[in-house]
């Protein structure tokens, strides 16, 4: 039982550079999640998708993108990273009874 | 912005003493979770309480929800040192998809 398998799990970037952050579940739900963690400020959500084929903002979507490929996969990319997105950013998918199970977390460093 | 704000920031205790940490909120809710979080590792889920419960327990583990207080308490008994980790409260407020809004946690250290 994987659950939910992101990747990579540390990255370092310089300003500037694009990459895509990967995350897949095999739990077969619907609705799966973005965050991004910074210190002292708890989980804030970036995007999400209700279903294959939708996304939606969250509170902070600034300078991300996501795509919901499939059933299985959501991943997130940035365009062009800035040291602002330092950060370490959790995947995770929604079960039966509103529980969220969490991926194991990129650490991302933009110098 | 965060809905929740959870207190104390840090907690520093004995093993076999009890751990109290607190939760407020500001918009009425659907649910209430508390997860923790192992330094370095993602969130584990603990415990659900609907807004219709007052209590609900799970082994060590004893929630309380008061929505005229929109507040919530997670008390843990007899904290071991495994115990040692970062706690969330997070709120559901019912709307689109289930998103939940997290609180900054609150630092548990149980010295053995």
């Known amino acids: 039982n994987a659950g939910v398998t992101q990747t990579p799990k540390f990255q370092v970037l310089k300003t500037g550079q694009s990459m895509t952050l990967q995350c897949a579940q095999d739990?077969?739900?619907?609705?799966m999640y973005w965050y991004r963690q910074d210190p002292g400020m708890g989980l804030r959500l970036i995007y999400y998708?209700?279903?294959?084929?939708?996304?939606d903002k969250g509170e902070v979507p600034n300078g991300y993108n996501v795509s919901r490929l499939n059933k299985r996969e959501f991943s997130l990319r940035l365009e062009s990273a800035a040291p602002s997105q330092t950060s370490v950013y959790f995947c995770?998918?929604?079960?039966?009874?509103?529980?969220?199970?969490f991926g194991a977390g990129t650490r991302l460093s933009v110098l | 912005s965060q809905q929740g704000e959870e207190d104390p920031q840090a907690l520093s205790i004995q093993e076999g003493e009890n751990a109290t940490m607190n939760c407020s909120y500001k918009?009425?809710?659907?649910?209430l979770q508390w997860y923790r979080q192992n330094s370095g590792r993602g969130l584990v889920h603990l415990i659900l309480?609907?807004?219709?419960?007052r209590e609900k327990h799970s082994g060590r583990l004893r929630v309380t929800l008061d929505t005229s207080k929109k507040s919530s308490s997670l008390l843990i008994t007899a904290s071991r040192a495994a115990d040692t980790a970062s706690y969330f409260c997070?709120?559901?407020?019912?709307?689109?998809?289930?998103?939940?809004?997290f609180g900054q946690g609150t630092i548990l250290t149980v010295h053995p």
């Open positions: 918009t009425s809710i659907n649910n």
């Open positions: 995770a998918s929604r079960g039966p009874v509103d529980i969220q199970y």
């Open positions: 739990m077969n739900h619907n609705s």
């Open positions: 997070a709120t559901d407020r019912g709307t689109s998809y289930g998103k939940l809004t």
């Open positions: 309480i609907r807004s219709n419960e």
């Open positions: 998708s209700a279903s294959e084929g939708t996304t």
